[in-house]
């Protein structure tokens, strides 16, 4: 048996708490009690809205893909798992993907809403969400994973190019742009 493999294979430093961002970016637009300036705010806040989203997305996908990379390997400890050992609690699991799948939701109505304009997520959007989401339930927040073959993988997820998915991730984290990695479920 080797050393073992990395929970995180470096996503950390890229990753973001989407909902306090998100919470605090609509908190700032609702101070403003005139329409006119909350659609200003809106339009300012608008790109940073969907970089913070598709970001956090490609972290959910190099999420998938590390776990597909990792249960192909030889069986082998999970090296620095924060999770191990911890209480379950679903809600709490799955919240911060809960709040993605309900933005995905009501942002095309807000864009419509402050800008006039029609937005709508790509179909595979919804797919990863839901992807992830179960990945977690299944995988009970990781509290009892050890090793790499305790590593449950999503019904939907297609894993027949995982030895690559090291390849896509490392490259993705050099340049910081974690969103590349949500081609891979297009």
């Known amino acids: 048996m080797t050393n073992g493999l990395e929970f995180d294979p470096g996503f950390a430093p890229y990753i973001m708490a989407f909902q306090g961002t998100v919470d605090y970016l609509y908190n700032d637009i609702n101070k403003f009690k005139n329409f006119s300036q909350k659609k200003t705010k809106f339009r300012q806040y608008y790109k940073k809205f969907l970089e913070l989203f598709y970001n956090n997305l490609g972290f ?44 995905a939701e009501l942002f095309p109505k807000d864009v419509k809403y402050f800008m006039g304009e029609t937005y709508e997520f790509e179909p595979y959007v919804k797919n ?13 927040g990781f509290i009892n994973t050890k090793e790499n073959t305790d ?36």
């Open 60 to 103: 959910y996908a190099g999420c998938l893909m590390w776990a597909a990379y990792i249960k192909e390997q030889e069986k082998q400890p999970i090296l620095n798992n924060y999770c191990l050992g911890q209480e379950y609690n679903e809600d709490e699991n799955t919240g911060e993907t809960d709040f993605m799948i309900t933005f």
């Open 128 to 140: 990863l969400l839901d992807m992830y989401r179960e990945f977690l339930i299944i995988n009970k």
């Open 151 to 186: 590593i449950e993988l999503p019904k939907n997820m297609n894993t027949k190019d995982a030895k690559n998915f090291k390849e896509y991730i490392d490259a993705s984290i050099k340049t910081g742009d974690l969103k590349k990695l949500t081609e891979h479920f297009v």
